[in-house]
C-alpha cells in the first residue's frame, strides 16, 4: 500500500471562541484540497475524526455536516477512536484507497473544546476510559499519574525527566504560529507550576483545545505533483488495548502502541533507525518518553536519555514534536492525529519554516487513544 | 468485491434492562463467532457501530472496550453515523477486506437506549439533525411528519397508506421470537393510536430500544463453508446528503438512498427486479414507502401501491422488512443496519423460520441515518 499526500493544512490551534465546529471543519477541508491543487468534485470518499461533538455540542452525524457543508453526496463516514480519532480516520482513509474502490479521500480532524465550563468537558473527556475508571473518580492526568509512577519506580527516571519533553515541546512551539502556546517554558516553570495528580504538573499536561485539521490522500500510482511535493504514507497500522488499565500486565508501556508500530515497522520495511523525525502523542510528558520506547527509537528505560542529551530536538538527531506536540501546539482531540501527519508532510516537502529539519527522509506520526486503549502509527517517506 | 458472511447472530431486541451495553456487545460477538465456526483468534480487524454510548452512557471509545471484552489487540474502529450507523460498519468492514490487508473482520453493531428518561434520550437523538432543526424544536417525527406532508400533497395517499407498513411490519414480527414487539397490530389500532406530528401517529413510529447484532465476514476467496450456508455480499454502497432538510431539493424522496442503490446496483450487476426480499430503514411507516421509490422498487409516487397489494408482505413477490422492521423488531440505532443483514443472511440460508422465503436468492439492506444524511446499501446474495 503506497497512498500519496496531495495536501495538508492545519487550522490555528486555540481557544478559538469565533469560530464554530462547521467554521473549522469547512476551513480545514477547503485550505487542504486548495493547497492539493484539485477541485472539490474530485474527492470520491471523505472521513471525519472527532471524538466530542455528541457530548459537547449535542452533533453526532458529521459526516452528513461535513457533505452538507462541502455540498457533496459522496461517502462519508465519521470515526471515533477518543484522542486516536484524527489518526484513525487517516487509517480508514488509506485503506479506502487500497481497497481500489476510490482514489482521492479527504480526511478532517475535529474538536470544539473550549465552549462549555471545564467540568463538562472533564468528563466528556473521561468517556474514553472504563466506566469502572469513571467511577472511582479518576481524571486521565491520574491515570496517567499512575503510569508515570510505574515507571519512575522501574527504571532511573526523576521529576526532572518528566519535564524535559514538555520544555522541548514548547520551544518548538515558539517557532509554529498556528500553535496554542506559541511560546518557550523554563524547566523552572514547570517545577513552579502546581502538581495536578502527582508526579505529574500543570505544564506536564496537555491543554483543552479547538481547532481542525485535514488531508487529502490520493492512490499513489494517480498522483500527478511535483516531484518535490511527493509525500507518501508507506504505511497505516493499528491495534488495541485493554480500556481499563486493570487490563494491562505493565502500565510502564502501552502495547497498542507496540504492536502497531512493529505492523507499521514491517509493511514500510523500515525501523526507528530510519525516521528522520517524530510526532507523538505526548498528551502528558510521561506519554512522550513511553511513547519513544514503544516505538523502538529507545530502549526500554531509555526514553529520559534522549530528552536529557537533546536528541530528539529541533538541531539534534531526530527530531519529536516539532509542532510543539499535544503539549504546546494544543491538543483539539479529534484534529490531533490529523495534524500530526500535516506537520511531518510540511517537513518532507521542505516548508517546516523556521524549525525546518535538514533534508528529512522519513517522519513516523503516533496517535494514543485514551491511556493506549487505541494506537495508530502512520510512516511517511517523501 | 465479494464479501463471504461467515456468521450472523441477533440478541433479543427490547427493554432490556438487565444488559449492559457491554453484556449486548459481548453477547452478539460471541455468538457471530461461534456461528461462523472459526476461533476467536482467526479475527484479524474489528468495527462497531454505535450512535449514542457517548451521549447516553459516557462512554466513548468502544472499539478498545471491544478489544477488552474480546482480549484480542486487533486493530478495532468504531464508527458513528446516526441511525446508519450499523449499516456503515458492515461497509467499512468490506472496505477493510477488499483492501486485501485483511481477511477475516467482525461487526458488530450496538446500542443501549432504555436506561434514561425519554427527555435524555430524545435530545440525545437529535444529535442527528442539524443545531437548526434541534434549535427550532423539531423532533425526528416531526422531521418525518414534514417529509410525509410533503409526499401526500405530491402523490395519491392517504392516511391508510401510512398506516400499511406499520401493520405488514407487527405482522412479521409476530413471527420472530428476537423482535421487540413479536405481535400483529390492526389497522383500527393505529388509527386510535395518537397523532404525534401530524400526520404520523404513535404506531407509526419506531421505538426506543436495546439490542445488538453482529457479523463475522470474509474474503471470499478464503471462505470454507458449506455450500448450503454460503452467503455473499455482493455489493456495500454509500452516499451523503444535507444534513439539514433545508438544504434538500425534494422532501418527498432521501437523494442519499438513490444514490447509494445506483451504485450498489452497478456493482452487483443487479436490479431491483432481481430481489428476492428487503430489509429497509422504516423508522417512520413513511420512510418505507419512501425507501421502495428510491431503490427502485417502487416508481415514484406508487410505494403506497406495493403495501396496499400485498406484494411486500410475507407470501407476496418481494417480502420487505421480515423481521418486522425498525417498527416492531425495534430500534437499536446502532444495531439495526446489522440486524438488517443478519436476517437476510437467515433468509438466504434457509433459517428464517415462520417467516422463511421460499428459495431467496438476493436480498437488499438499507439502513438510513437522520432523515437522510446517510443512506447504505448492501446487496447479498447465496
Same mark, same amino acid.
Given at each position: ?11 490555528k490551534f486555540g481557544e478559538l471562541w469565533n469560530k464554530s465546529l462547521a467554521d473549522l471543519i469547512l ?88 465552549? @462549555?465550563?471545564?467540568? #463538562?468537558? =472533564?468528563?466528556?473527556?473521561?468517556? &474514553? !476510559?472504563? +466506566? ?5 473518580? /479518576? ?60 508526579? @505529574?504538573?500543570?505544564? #506536564?499536561? =496537555?491543554?483543552?483545545?479547538?481547532? &481542525? !485539521?485535514? +488531508? ?5 500510482? /494517480? ?42 515497522y514491517e509493511r514500510a520495511a523500515l525501523g526507528p533507525q530510519d525516521l528522520s523525525l517524530l510526532e ?7 506519554? #512522550? ?90 510512516i511517511l517517506q517523501r
Amino acid at each position: 500500500m503506497k497512498v500519496a499526500i496531495l495536501g495538508a493544512y492545519q487550522t490555528k490551534f486555540g481557544e478559538l471562541w469565533n469560530k464554530s465546529l462547521a467554521d473549522l471543519i469547512l476551513e480545514a477541508s477547503s485550505e487542504a484540497i486548495k493547497d492539493a491543487g484539485i477541485r472539490k468534485s474530485q474527492i470520491q470518499i471523505a472521513f471525519i475524526g472527532n471524538k466530542l461533538a455528541g457530548s459537547l455540542s449535542n452533533q453526532n452525524h458529521l459526516s452528513s455536516l461535513l457533505a452538507q457543508l462541502l455540498k457533496v453526496h459522496i461517502p462519508a463516514i465519521r470515526i471515533e477512536a477518543a484522542c486516536a480519532s484524527g489518526g484513525m480516520a487517516v487509517a480508514q482513509a488509506c485503506m479506502a484507497i487500497a481497497s481500489g474502490q476510490y482514489e482521492i479521500a479527504l480526511v478532517v480532524g475535529v474538536e470544539k473544546m473550549t465552549d @462549555l465550563p471545564i467540568e #463538562e468537558v =472533564s468528563s466528556g473527556l473521561m468517556s &474514553a !476510559a472504563s +466506566l469502572e475508571e469513571q467511577e472511582s473518580g /479518576l481524571s486521565f492526568v491520574g491515570l496517567y499519574a499512575l503510569m508515570a509512577r510505574k515507571y519512575l519506580e522501574k527504571f532511573e527516571a526523576g521529576e526532572e525527566d518528566l519535564a524535559l519533553p514538555a520544555v522541548k515541546n514548547h520551544f518548538h512551539a515558539s517557532l509554529n504560529g498556528k500553535a496554542q502556546f506559541p511560546f518557550s517554558i523554563s524547566l523552572e516553570q514547570v517545577f513552579q507550576s502546581p502538581i495536578i495528580a502527582s508526579p @505529574l504538573r500543570l505544564l #506536564e499536561c =496537555s491543554p483543552v483545545s479547538d481547532g &481542525a !485539521a485535514a +488531508l487529502v490522500l490520493a492512490d499513489a500510482r /494517480l498522483a500527478q505533483r511535483k516531484s518535490e511535493d511527493r509525500v507518501f504514507i508507506v504505511a497505516s497500522s493499528q491495534a488495541s488495548e485493554s480500556l481499563a488499565l486493570t487490563g494491562r500486565e505493565n502500565l510502564a508501556e502501552i502495547l497498542s502502541t507496540k504492536k502497531a508500530a512493529e505492523t507499521a515497522y514491517e509493511r514500510a520495511a523500515l525501523g526507528p533507525q530510519d525516521l528522520s523525525l517524530l510526532e507523538v502523542h505526548d498528551c502528558f510528558s510521561i506519554a #512522550e518518553i513511553i511513547a519513544l520506547e514503544d516505538l523502538g527509537v529507545c530502549k526500554k528505560g531509555e526514553g529520559c536519555l534522549a530528552q536529557r542529551n537533546g536528541e530528539v530536538r529541533l538541531g539534534g538527531r531526530r527530531p519529536v514534536n516539532l509542532s510543539g506536540g499535544l503539549k504546546a501546539c494544543g491538543h483539539p482531540v479529534g484534529a490531533t492525529g490529523v495534524k500530526q501527519i500535516v506537520e511531518i508532510v510540511n517537513q518532507l516537502r521542505g516548508r517546516g519554516g523556521k524549525r525546518q529539519v535538514e533534508k528529512p527522509l522519513v517522519g513516523l506520526a503516533h496517535n494514543v487513544g485514551g491511556t493506549g486503549g487505541t494506537a495508530v502509527v502512520h510512516i511517511l517517506q517523501r
